[in-house]
């Protein structure tokens, strides 16, 4: 049941950062592709139905941390308080951003709201990364099972190019969906930084990759998930070039979900590494609830889980269609555009003959 519970917490983490990946993408990228206001609202139109929901799935792995591995959660939540602390600040931030951005007709009201919206979706995956990174990297566990290090333990540089290999994804994820959710000038924008960032991405996780078999001492080829990760990458330049948008979303969410699966893969049986001994190290058997306790969860899982998998699936379908522009905000969208486009072309300055 401990190897059951652990691979569920392993999906949960997993669809977490494969649903709201994108949402950070898209956070991250809605000033970016979108440089009139108006843009930016169908931008963010994209996940404004889903982004809350997606949150669930951090939500329900860190209550199934809490049921069935509590020394694990303890420690780790101990230990990680101040980057929690972070993430919680970034999330609400974040969320808060996307009820209030609308409410007041002012360029400087809006544009506040927007870089709070950028920040927050950019330092959440950058802490979540992080956080994964030192569960295999290793923190300082002694023999209680209690975390004796502090807060810049947690920077060391494993575990922070995790989280900029996270991050980058997330970039990527939210610029496919873009492409694949919007049209006109949005979708152009997106799915050409997408294509460009591809290849760079694809290096990012490339080293990622060696870099974690060489924390698990299996040299420098990196295994067949990793492999899986880097070749989807590839693909999505290819796909994005002869316009399938759909598939090239479907390879950037299995880039994501590999490179998750990857740090969990390698970590198990552990669940934390104490980098003070081996023998202090977290594992799935010293850290379990009781067994009659798990039992009464998969119970649970197995009643509830898939009623949640189709709501949401169910959610999804409904919101299917592109975002794009009405005739009235096209035209309302005209004025924007040729002020953007006269600010443009004063930096540029005088063309010369």
Partial sequence: MQTFWFIVIALLFT?????????????????????????????????????DGNEVWLVVA??????????????????????????????????????????????????????????????AP???GVALGNLLHGVPIDSRQEFTGNFLDLLNPYSLYVGVTILAICVLHGATFMALKTGGEVRRRAGELARRSAPIVGL????????????????????PIQVIAVLALIAVAWLLRDGHEGW????TTVAMATVVLTVFVDLYPRVMVSSTSAA?????????????????????????????????AWTYYVFRRRVGLSDRERRLQAPERAAAQAEAEAVRGPRSG
């Avoid at 990012?204 to 295994?223: E, K, Y």
């Avoid at 379990?288 to 798990?294: D, G, H, M, N």
Wanted: proline share 3%; charged share 15%.
């Fill in 15 to 51: 669809g977490f950062f494969v649903l709201e990946g994108f949402d950070f993408g898209v956070g991250m990228l809605h000033t970016v592709v979108g440089r009139t206001d108006t843009e930016r609202k169908v931008a963010i139109g994209t996940i404004g139905p889903l982004w």
């Fill in 62 to 123: 860190g209550a199934a941390m809490f049921a069935a591995f509590p020394g694990w959660y303890a420690t780790m939540f101990s230990g990680f308080y101040l980057a929690i602390v972070l993430l919680l600040v970034a999330l609400i931030g974040r969320g808060v951003s996307f009820e209030f951005r609308d409410r007041r007709e002012s360029e400087r009201w809006g544009r506040t709201w927007d870089t709070l919206m950028t920040a927050g979706s950019l330092l």
């Fill in 126 to 128: 950058l802490l979540i």
């Fill in 204 to 223: 990012v996780v490339l080293a990622f990759a060696v870099w974690t078999q060489v924390i698990v001492d299996r040299g420098v080829i990196p295994g």
């Fill in 248 to 251: 090239a979303f479907t390879m």
């Fill in 280 to 312: 202090n190290d977290l594992t799935v058997h010293n850290t379990s609830s009781a067994p009659y306790a798990l039992k009464v969860m998969t119970v649970v899982v197995a009643v509830l889980f898939p009623v949640v998998v189709a709501y949401q």
